[in-house]
T-cell receptor
Framework: NAGVMQNPRHLVRRRGQEARLRCSPM?????VYWYRQLPEEGLKFMVY????????ESGMPKERFSAEFPKEGPSILRIQQVVRGDSAAYFC?????????????FGEGSRLTVL | KNEVEQSPQNLTAQEEEFITINCSYS?????LHWLQQHPGGGIVSLFM???GKKKHGRLIATINIQEKHSSLHITASHPRDSAVYIC???????????FGKGTKLSVIP
């Protein structure tokens, strides 16, 4: 009965490198959400995915950020050419239905530090 | 756009005290979530509410849809309850969660 698994828990990148964050939802969950928590700030919605589909990416920066949730394997949040402002905790949550009806289960987060 | 406000921002309580954290939101919602985050740790979902009241152990969450207000109560507080408590709302017809800034609770033995 594994919960939502995120890895890596901590990631250090230099400016200009790429960061890939992975999220394996709870078994049976097909809805995945990504949120970002900047230092000393609240959580912000980034993107909502269902298997093989991006449903809502309105919270994600238009450039350098992308997300996918393939038929097989974890959901991936990819940040290209990272900058210092990308340093944050990135949380994934999953549910068996939309967040307006289904309980959300969160991962432990991935903490990205950009040097 | 939904605004979610929490009060207080910071709260220090003695062990065994009854604690209340408040959350107000500005537009109609389909669900309200209470979350708990320990320092450097992950996020745990405590409750999801759309009406009425829910209880789990020493935690009670209530929501008043007409007043656009929710409260989280902790009875017989304990130092292990020390954490940040976050209120989050899903707008009607939306998938997005809008989060409050959180209430940092410290329970002193």
């Amino acid at each position: 009965n594994a919960g939502v698994m995120q890895n890596p828990r901590h990631l250090v990148r230099r400016r200009g490198q790429e960061a890939r964050l992975r999220c394996s939802p709870m078994k049976g969950h097909s809805h995945v959400y990504w949120y970002r928590q900047l230092p000393e700030e609240g959580l912000k919605f980034m993107v909502y995915l269902q298997k093989e589909n991006i449903i809502d990416e309105s919270g994600m920066p238009k450039e350098r950020f992308s997300a996918e949730f393939p038929k097989e394997g974890p959901s991936i949040l990819r940040i290209q050419q990272v900058v210092r402002g990308d340093s944050a905790a990135y949380f994934c949550a999953s549910s068996n239905s939309g967040s307006n009806t289904g309980e959300l289960f969160f991962g432990e987060g991935s903490r990205l530090t950009v040097l | 756009k939904n605004e979610v406000e929490q009060s207080p921002q910071n709260l220090t309580a003695q062990e065994e005290e009854f604690i209340t954290i408040n959350c107000s939101y500005s537009v109609g919602i389909s669900a309200l979530h209470w979350l708990q985050q320990h320092p450097g740790g992950g996020i745990v979902s405590l409750f999801m509410l759309s009406s009425g009241k829910k209880k789990h152990g020493r935690l009670i969450a209530t929501i008043n849809i007409q007043e656009k207000h929710s409260s989280l109560h902790i009875t017989a507080s304990h130092p292990r309850d020390s954490a940040v408590y976050i209120c989050a709302c899903t707008g009607a017809g939306s998938y997005q969660l809008t989060f409050g800034k959180g209430t940092k609770l410290s329970v002193i033995p």
